[in-house]
């Protein structure tokens, strides 16, 4: 375990203490809206969510529906076409094995369609609160800055994360994260590190400087 990495959690916590954009409350929406918001932005998510789920209201909704029919319901998000024909898919596997709950467990999660290793994390930690990982862009970036990992894979950089940080700690890595990233850890060669909270803790080097005349 690692001192710092648990007070960079906490100070990102403290700045960061809403609850996930994918938390809607109820472990099939979660899984759903996860699986959408692959390549393309929460808010445009979050933007069709509602009126998609009032069209297709539960999973036998979904599988009676053709692909198109769904696909024409979430156009506006990124590979919608393919989103909807996993969401078919996983609607057949969810009553066919799961009697339409959504299961608790990584191996489980992972065999659904659409369900990689990311978004199986993400449901865990945030519907059924099992400590887990969720390594996208900006966590598998923000780490390597923050010097936790040198792994070349998602995977890789879970495992360093989890050796890193207590159990405690580990839901709330992507929570804060995804936020972090698109606010102050930004991609590209010039994150913000003159408004960082935790600049202190990392070993990005140089560290980037404020822009004169402006923020
Ligand atoms: S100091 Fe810079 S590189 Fe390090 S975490 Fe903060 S913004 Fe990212």
């Known amino acids: 375990m690692n001192e710092d990495g648990v007070k960079i959690v906490e100070a990102l916590k403290k700045r960061y203490p809403q609850k996930a954009d994918m938390d809607l409350g109820n472990p099939e929406d979660s899984l759903i809206a996860t699986i959408f918001s692959a ?75 659409g369900v990689g290793r990311k978004t199986a994390s993400c449901v865990l930690s945030v519907c059924f609160h099992v400590p887990s990982v969720a390594v996208d862009t900006h966590v598998f970036r923000i780490a390597h800055r923050l010097g936790w990992s040198d792994g070349k894979t998602p995977e890789k950089v879970e495992q360093d994360i989890k050796r890193i940080l207590p159990e405690k700690s580990w839901g709330d890595v992507n929570r804060t994260m995804v936020r972090f990233g698109r606010e102050i850890c930004i991609g590209g060669k010039k994150p913000k590190c003159w408004m960082c909270p935790v600049a202190k803790w990392c070993r990005f080097q140089p560290k980037t400087k404020e822009p004169s005349g402006k923020r």
């Open 39 to 113: 390549r393309t932005t929460d808010v445009q998510v979050l933007k069709m969510f509602p009126s998609f789920r009032k069209k297709f209201p539960d999973w036998k909704s979904l599988v009676r529906a053709k692909a198109s029919e769904i696909a024409k319901s979430i156009n506006t998000i990124g590979l919608y076409r393919n989103k909807a024909k996993s969401v078919k898919a996983l609607a057949q596997r969810m009553i066919r094995d799961f009697d339409g709950r959504v299961p608790k467990t990584m191996d489980e999660l992972i065999t659904l369609p």
